[in-house]
């Protein structure tokens, strides 16, 4: 064993895949190219497939902001594009990650609004998880002088995310009530912070009975995810919520439709029970597809029910609502700055502990957002058995580790 883990720790200083390092070694042998750190996913499947290695540093085309990452953020979508259940994701090999904060370092042609030293936090399309970024300037925002790198790679996705599905899908008013899935993670912290900027609004939140103690106070009620709450819930709303979130989909997409009552939204903005091993399972998928409940347009008409779906990803990269976005952004530093809301940060993890974060996702652990540090040095301890499996019978590239991910902590914030 002390060989192995000596064997698995060297191969971590490295992190440098075979297939991949060939990448790297093509960029420039003469050594004129800037390179950079990044996380490059070799091919779909498991934990083994991601790797730290070295890319060429990209320059900023016309339009664009060049950024010195500081912080990027790790989202339950990560671990979709990691085991190919994206819609076309990008033909590996992939530097995934969607959400950055840093300093911008030099602009391209035809960029105003930024200088070079601002502390900015930004969108990307892919590339986030790198030690430099380049991004259009209509993505990138300048974060508040009293808001960490940490704090800004947990906000914009999240908060942007959780705004526009409370105010500009579900409009939400005073007296309303919600009920958020996943209520202790990233997007579910944010929805319940921003449900308390207005008056008596009643949050129904449903976790794993963990976490409880710790999100008690962020909602109205809370529930464990594996309890039947449709009936305690209308214990307390016999007619049911008026806003019903969900990430999860499967069986809850028709428990959420039952929960709404008359002119309730239903939005669905994931579909995290596709998710339930390492490597994407054909079974959980069908199962999930299979447990959807059919939606009847005649259904909905007569009873006066609202079906949504929300991608801010899809708002932003594919379908052009920057101006959109931006108006969001304005509003939620607004409120950042009147101490009205604050991103909840999980932990910080350096980038060659990537795997060990996605675990954490994997297992539902985090309260709040996990971060990727590009400048924390990695825990040896930590950085060495990423690769143990979720799926009892599924086979790794690589040995596997002393399967004791969920009691190992990262660098708490």
């Known amino acids: 064993m002390a060989k192995e883990g000596a064997d698995m720790t060297e191969e971590t200083e490295f992190m440098i895949d075979k297939n991949v390092g060939k990448e790297a070694e093509n960029v420039d042998s003469s050594g004129d ?28 085309q016309d339009g664009e902001v060049k950024i010195r990452v500081k ?21 590996p090999p992939l530097v995934p990650g969607f959400e950055c904060s840093g300093i911008v370092e030099s602009l391209g042609e035809n960029t105003k609004g930024f200088e070079i030293g601002d502390r900015v936090m930004a969108f990307v399309n892919y590339n986030a998880w790198a030690e430099v970024v380049c991004t259009p300037v209509d993505f990138v925002y300048k974060m508040p002088d009293e808001m960490t790198f940490a704090e800004a790679a947990a906000f914009s996705l999240n908060f942007v995310a959780a705004y526009m599905m409370l105010f500009e899908v579900a409009s939400l008013r005073e007296g309303m009530s919600v009920l958020v899935h996943s209520a202790g993670g990233g997007v579910g912290q944010a929805v319940a912070q921003l449900c308390s900027t207005v008056p008596n609004v009643t949050v129904f939140g449903i976790a794993s009975c963990f976490k409880h103690a710790a999100i008690r106070d962020s909602v109205t009620h809370l529930f464990d995810r594996n309890v039947d709450y449709i009936q305690e819930v209308k214990k307390i709303c016999p ?18 439709l039952t929960l709404l009552k008359p002119l309730g939204t239903y939005i669905l903005y994931g579909a995290s029970n596709m998710v339930t091993g390492e490597t994407k399972s054909f079974f ?20 006066n029910k609202v079906i949504a ?34 991103p909840v940060v999980d932990s910080l993890w350096a980038l060659e502990e990537v795997k060990e974060a996605m675990q954490r996702i994997h297992d539902r652990g985090n309260i709040g957002k996990l971060i990727l540090d590009v400048e924390k040095s990695p825990t040896p301890l930590m950085a060495s058995d990423s690769t143990e499996t979720s799926e009892a019978g599924e086979e790794e590239e690589e040995p596997e580790g002393d399967n004791d991910s969920k009691e190992r902590m990262p660098f708490i914030h």
């Open 71 to 91: 912080a990027c953020g790790l989202n339950f979508l990560d671990l979709m594009v990691r085991q190919g259940t994206v819609d076309n994701p990008p033909k």
């Open 239 to 256: 007619e049911g919520v008026d806003v019903v979130l969900d990430c999860l989909c499967g069986e809850n997409t028709g428990k959420g």
């Open 309 to 342: 779906g929300f991608s801010l990803l899809n708002l932003l990269f594919k379908q052009g609502r920057c101006s959109l976005v931006k108006s969001v952004m304005d509003k939620l530093l607004c409120l950042y700055e009147q101490k009205k809301i604050k």
């Open 33 to 60: 190219a800037k390179e950079m750190r990044a996380v490059v996913l070799a091919g779909f499947g498991g934990l083994n497939k991601l790797r730290v290695t070295k890319k060429a540093m990209p320059e900023p």
């Open 284 to 303: 959980s998928f069908a199962k999930s597809w299979w447990q959807v409940e059919k939606v009847n347009p005649i259904k909905l008409y007569e009873e």
